[in-house]
């Protein structure tokens, strides 16, 4: 019989603990809200146009003019002192140049005459130089394989 009190008890103990006198402010209530729009993205900012023909340049140390009439004149010295000072007809001149460069100017030097290639062609990497079709005519034939046998010549 002891029992039925304390259950009674707890009951009401139980049931008082689940209200609260005092309510939560409207605001904390969540309420339903527009989601915010997604942030637009920055336009990236535009490259530097690259100076005038005709403009001296600094490029590592040397001293580079593109002029408008394609010539490009650098002047300059090379890793040991010695005078690197030259004018190439053309930027078609001046790519094959770049081996040699290899030798005697820096790699910063170098790495600076390739983009200045890159820019004067209009911007078309070396790979895709590599990848143009030759001006040899085609027969059509697919290429022979290396590693056959050479045909036998035949007779007219």
């Known amino acids: 019989m002891k029992t039925l009190p304390c259950a009674l008890l707890l009951l009401a103990l139980g049931c008082s603990c689940g209200e609260s006198s005092e309510r939560a402010p409207a605001s904390a209530t969540p309420a339903a809200t527009e989601p915010e729009p997604a942030a637009e993205p920055?336009?990236?900012?535009?490259?530097?146009?690259p100076p005038p023909l005709g403009t001296t340049r600094d490029l590592a140390g040397l001293r580079v003019t593109p002029n408008?009439?394609?010539t490009i004149r650098i002047e300059g010295t090379d890793r040991w002192g010695g005078d690197a000072s030259a004018t190439y007809e053309s930027v078609e001149f001046l790519a094959p140049a770049l081996a040699v460069y290899e030798r005697s100017l820096s790699?910063?030097?170098?790495?600076?005459?390739r983009a200045l290639v890159d820019e004067l062609r209009g911007g078309t990497p070396p790979a895709a130089?590599?990848?143009a079709p030759s001006s040899t005519p085609s027969t059509g034939e697919?290429?022979?394989?290396?590693?056959?046998?050479?045909?036998a010549?035949?007779?007219p």
């Open 142 to 151: 697919a290429p022979a394989d290396p590693s056959a046998p050479a045909a």
């Open 107 to 113: 790699e910063e030097q170098v790495a600076a005459l």
């Open 129 to 131: 130089e590599a990848a």
């Open 42 to 49: 920055e336009p990236e900012p535009a490259a530097p146009a």
């Open 153 to 155: 010549p035949t007779a």
């Open 68 to 70: 408008e009439d394609g």
